[in-house]
């Protein structure tokens, strides 16, 4: 059997593509670990009869109006659209949805992890990281700080290592200091302080 056989080729781009790219953008935004792409075959298959189900009345609309003839090169854009980026636009869309707390009492939340969940948000705040033999570390975690995401280890880079007072508060920035990273193995709890930005006074 000739697999690139054309008619053969338009039907695996046709069942098979939407399905992978949905997949695929999915993957990007939880960052799960991501199984053998032989594994997705049919999972892809499904994902993209869901893609045409959602689009069956525009795609209708276009083969009866007989777009083909009429503008090929506007009846190639459409189905680059339904091929490539309907499916990531259905991703997106469901991946917003899975955060809402209306959709939240019916499935779980989309991250799997607090630590995810936390420096998924980017915002800039006074940390102190108590590790496993009690030392504590302070520092700001700011735009150009740094958490891991899953499936990597939990690993922090804080921009800034502050040393604390006697009360626990920030007292100075560490002299000459570019930083610190801290491995998740030393790490017993994580604090997060508000930077002063953006409250309400």
């Not at 083969?63 to 991703?91: D, M, Q, R």
């Not at 007292?171 to 801290?182: L, W």
Request: aromatic share 14%; net charge negative; charged share 20%.
């Amino acid at each position: 059997m000739n697999i690139w056989d054309e008619n053969k080729l338009l039907i695996f781009i046709a069942f098979v593509v939407p399905g992978f790219v949905a997949m695929k953008a999915y993957g990007l935004l939880s960052q799960a670990k991501q199984l053998d792409t032989s594994k997705q075959i049919v999972d892809a298959i499904a994902y993209s009869c869901i893609n045409y189900a959602l689009l069956f009345f525009p795609i209708s609309l276009v083969e009866n109006a007989g777009l083909a003839k009429k503008c090929p090169s506007l009846y190639a854009l459409f189905y680059f659209f339904v091929l490539l980026l309907f499916p990531i636009i259905t991703v997106l869309t469901w991946w917003k949805a899975r955060q809402s707390e209306v959709i939240q009492r019916f499935i779980p939340h989309p991250v799997d992890k607090p630590w995810d969940f936390v420096f998924s948000q980017k915002k800039t705040s006074w940390i102190i990281v108590t590790l496993k033999n009690g030392e504590k570390i302070a520092g700001m975690y700011g735009l150009n700080s740094f958490a891991s995401s899953a499936p990597a280890e939990e690993q922090i880079y804080l921009e800034e290592q502050w040393l604390l007072n006697e009360e626990g508060g920030f007292e100075r920035r560490v002299a000459q200091s570019s930083g610190v990273i801290i491995l998740s193995s030393e790490i017993l709890s994580v604090e997060f302080m508000h930077s002063g930005e953006n409250q309400d006074e």
